[in-house]
């Protein structure tokens, strides 16, 4: 198992020996690498078991620190980036050649972010090099929201793992770039629909699927249980499963059902808070896949402000 603790120095020495380390964010923990060491970018794909064709968003202390991989920064994002940063938005950018073609996986485009974090701020700040830092998860699975998550799976490969806590946000960072003029949405997230549109204007949303090759990562299938994940009225599952005797488990929004024991049911927010929600999502998702009922019933979300980021990601999960 990793060494879970708040040593600065210590993540900074394995990162300068080209080690990973787990960092927190504000959205999830990150699995960090030196971005500028291809050998190190490597072993990020490998631990993860992610494809080659998935390209890793670039972490820096500062939006000044940006200029020196990409090269040229449209003002629209440059508004967004000034207002968000650090905060949960990703922006993909022209790169320069600094930046290896293994964190791109060729593309020309780089996906960067400043992460809102006391502790992984202050590591950036005495690195001389930015972390590439996918989700803290093999490919495919939950995203980690708090060091045990992160230690669950990956603890046995990787020497450290930076505690900040449990994350704030919950959902990964808003991927936002632009076409021509357009901006355009690549990932719902943590940052709002709303508030970009009130910063920089109308904003198109990309349809995500596995056919675009244009956001290689988000294919239909993602942060998926190992359970069968099944999306509904949840009042109408229960029923049914209630008949079949199914051995099953509840993520509700809000709700608790009198006819399901306690232990297998977790309501996100009580108090229909969205923001709670986004929160509590992935660990609920990963407690419920980790208990014994054989399948989790679930049921969307009201689709307004992060209930859409949140619906993406339920859709996903219940993709086979
Ligand atoms: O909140 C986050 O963004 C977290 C924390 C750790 O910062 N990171 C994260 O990374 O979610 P990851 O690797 O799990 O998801 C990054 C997504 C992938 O779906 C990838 O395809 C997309 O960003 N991406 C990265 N670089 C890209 C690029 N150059 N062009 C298009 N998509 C890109
Ligand atoms: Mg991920």
New binding site residues.
Partial sequence: MAQIGKDIDLAKSFLEQGQLVGIP?E????LAGNALNPESVALIFETKNRPAF????L?TSSMDRVSDFVTEFPEKLLTLAEYVWPG?L?L?LPRKSIVPDLV?SG?D???V?V?KHPLTLALLETLDFPLA???ANPFGYI?PTSPAHVNAQLGEKIPYILDGGPCEVGL??T?VGMEGAEIVI??L?GLEIAEIEKLVGPVKIKDHSSSNP?????LESHYSPRKPFVLGNLKDLIGEHLEKKTDFAVLSFSDYYAEVSTGNQIALSPNKNLHEAAKNLFAAMRKLDEGKADLILAELLPEEGLGRAINDRLKRAAVK
């Fill in positions: 964010t959205t999830v923990y990150g998935d390209p890793l968003i972490h949960p990703t993909l791109t593309l485009r780089v996906a972010r992460p830092a996918p989700s995203s990964e960072s991927i690549y990932r997230g244009q956001a290689p990562g988000l």
